[in-house]
């Protein structure tokens, strides 16, 4: 058994079997077997053997034309390896003599002759160093068998483990089999941990080594709340978390009672609790969990896994099924927020070297205007389907705002001239998530309906920390005195100018922080819908004379650590069983 | 068992040959070699320097890492020890894998 | 600059005419060196519009007897939003049948014109853009290649600083071949 820590990024027990996705090389563990089994595991190398020799003799037959004869040769250099019975004794020798798995043995040994073969000075013999990987794969690909699937293809509850999961990956999670997640990089604002948390999945990462303390198959415990993975867990620390995940299980049901009760303190100020959606379909889940709205809609989701532009009907298509759903309740759409990523590199032809300060967002929206009015067409069209707001993100000056509203003026003449109905008064806001945008925000009020404080970005920037980078995530911190005071400046410019504003980052979600904000003056949050009845219990069992004393008191500290050690005890008191 | 032993005497034998292809041993050639080799019942040693291989085994033999010029020791024991030194040392030297040797490599 | 003074030429016969490099659009696509005008008259808002049209017609670019009609339409648009960018720069523009292609005219002002700008400063460039209504993507074209050019610090103030029709024009086509000006 081996307990691992990492950060808790979505809350939840699960106990599974597991599923390594790899994006290039297989890592195999040193799994020790116990002397009894070592039959077994030479059996399963002979059987592997067997089956790679049958596999390749059946892909060499194929191979009949003369110009696939290169091909026929390779086939035939590595049916001879499998068949030297020297190489198969000496995995075997490896197997009896280390009490290994066949597939740490296999590994190992192939590896090393791979290396071998690369540190020869003869240019042929380096080359064969890829034959031996290729035969290692193959050998694998008997052992490991389906077990090294990809995540679209599930047939049974596992939990995932990966180095990281890409945008396109974690879209096509299935809730269904996907039952927790376990990630080597990454943090508690990284995409892959939005999307656990959006759809209640339990995950831990930034746990740097995991997927090579792992083998598909082994039984691992996911402890979301305490950021906790354990793999081969003995029966002990089974019965323990099983004990523990009933208690948690019961705080659930707590909050599901209080799905229909009102968001408000118990000094009777109401907050308007909303929900971050990515997908049309989480839109019922706001609802489920007791949200009024959509005070998040990122649209993202359209760009990535497709490696074409999506269409004016695509975005539409998605827009019009989440707002009709909502009717009456407020769905913000936020234009594309794309960046530092594949999909706008790729549209380059020499990539940036910096994409994340770099062209992204409305940026790249604005030099890209074809992109930018198939999606504002598609907002515009399907605002009168319901109650939209748009909302531009990543505004760091009047300027840039200036043109985005142009461009959406441009837009509507547009459909004027084509008879095409919109919400000729649909609200425009604007994330402020830039150090830039918070000390101007004043400025910025007058030309916008609401604002949106987007606290992961805002951390970021303000702290200068790359939130998906496991080294420094913990440096990563929305209880820095910087960015709270950032934070504030942006609340009262916005009470000022009397605009509405919100705040749509993991910081509404996180129990610590709620008094805090509302001690701030903040009235409207949007967040994670699985996490929406925990901060309504919060926001129900304080007053906000008790959230302004906490919030001066914060903004007169100067540590991080005070501050998050003092918001922490106050959210226990409030709400011991969320900790 | 006199005669057995006088019969293991028999068949050891040693060679030394040369590799005369330009581009040595690389995968084909190694190939050909364990093919010849191992029709033959008698073990094979080949040796390079200190290192010491199974003349049977693609995996010992490619990494031999031969090239051309190399001088390789074979030893082979048992029964048809002969005619396998004989069937080898032609593959190396005179059939030279059936692969040019570097003058005529220039040549192209 | 040879190459530069070349075109100067020929492009003063030949307003407006397009030479596209790249998938971008250029300056030199649409923009009608020939109705730039280095020193606005007008010190108000819809004296500046008015000018700048009535260059742009002058230029032969806008449909018989249209002029007034586009001047009215500019200054109703306007008045409904205003395109002051904000650091001294607005970018008037209006969709029009009244031209066949995207058309702009550059204009300069020494004492500054009041744009109703969200920063509330004067505007001392303006960037008039006529659009056929037919097509809106070279409309969105042109903007795109306007904003690209008047985000950069260097355009803006050089652009300030050229006094001249013939200096605004080579400041234009120089930031076509560099855009990173």
Redesign the interface.
Known sequence: MEIKKGIAVSPGIVIAKCLIIDSEDYRIPRRLIKPSQRMVEIQRLRNAFKEAIVELTELKAGQNATEQRNIK?IF??HL??LR????RK?ITDFVHGESVTAEYAVSATLRE?AS??AR???I??KE?AA?IYDIERRLLRQLLGSRREDVAHLTEEVVVVARSLGPTQTATLNKNFVKGIAIDAGGRTSHTAIVARSLGIPAVMALEDFTESVSGGDTVIIDGNRGIAVVDPDSETIRQYEEYSLGFAELEHKLVAIRKKPAVTRDDVKITLLGNIEFPDEAELVLQKGGEGVGLYRTEFLYLGNPDEPTEEDHYEAYAETVSFFKHRSVVIRTMDLGADKYTQSQRFAPEPNPFLGLRSIRFC?????LF?TQLRAILRASVLGEVKVMFPLIT???E???A???L??VM??LD?ESIPYNRNIEIGIMIETPSAALTAF?LT??VDFFSIGTNDLTQYTLAVDRGNELVSTLYSSSDPAVLRLIRTVIQDAHKAQIDLSICGEMASEPEHIMLLLGMGVRTLSLAPPMIPEIKQIIRSVTIEQCNRIARKILGMNSERQISSYLRDAARKVLPEAF | MQAEENMLEKTVCETTVEIKNADGLHMRPAMLFVDVATRFDCDITVSRDENSVDGKSIMQMSMLAATYGTRLKIKTDGSDAAQAIEALKELVEVKMFDEPPPSEKKKQ | MFFQTMFTGVIALNCGEKMILGDKMKFADFVCFEATIPELQATDRDGVISELVSAIDKAGRLGKDSRQEVINSVIKREKEASTGMGKSVAVPHVKHPAVKDVVAAVGRSNVGVDFSSLDKQPVYSVILLISPPDNPDRHLEAMESIFRHLQQDKFRKFLRQSETAEKIEDLLREADENPSL
């Open positions: 040769d035939a250099v001879r390896f030297d019975r020297s190489l000496k002759i071998n073969f020869a000075h003869d042929y013999i064969r034959d604005l030099q890209n205007l074809m009015k000056n009047l300027q705002l200036m043109q509203k142009m461009i003026r441009d003449e547009d001239e400025s007058q030309g």
